[in-house]
Nanobody, 121 residues
Framework: QVQLVESGGGLVQAGGSLRLSCTAS????????MGWYRQAPGKQRDLVAH???????KYADSVKGRFTISRDNAKNTVYLQMNSLKSEDTAVYYC???????????????WGQGTQVTVSS
């Protein structure tokens, strides 16, 4: 079973940048969908960005133009580069590996442990 280990969270001032990493215990080439979700206190967990194996990255409207998801297959690692951070980006960020069921529909098979991102205004 795949294991995911996240790193890179922390405290940053508004307008700053952070890069999150998610390293898998298996080749990420074998994983259909890799994604980043986030959950703020008292809110549901929302999809931030995802990348399907052979496709283009997709982003939530709230982070378009500021966040970039990328994958390094040689390192079995997916990254989330976060620029121009805002206070509303404060949340626990989770990496996820998913199995693609049909177009646009996937089933999460593993969550990372989560990493806290706090943006101070």
């Amino acid at each position: 079973q795949v294991q995911l280990v996240e790193s890179g969270g922390g405290l940053v001032q508004a307008g700053g940048s952070l890069r999150l990493s998610c390293t898998a215990s298996v080749s990420i080439s074998s994983i259909d969908v890799m994604g980043w979700y986030r959950q703020a206190p008292g809110k549901q967990r929302d999809l931030v960005a995802h990348i399907i194996n052979s496709g283009s990255p997709k982003y939530a409207d709230s982070v378009k133009g500021r966040f970039t998801i990328s994958r390094d297959n040689a390192k079995n690692t997916v990254y989330l580069q976060m620029n121009s951070l805002k206070s509303e980006d404060t949340a626990v960020y989770y990496c996820a590996a998913a199995e693609l069921m049909t177009v646009g529909v996937w089933r999460i098979v593993k969550w990372g442990q989560g990493t806290q991102v706090t943006v101070s205004s």
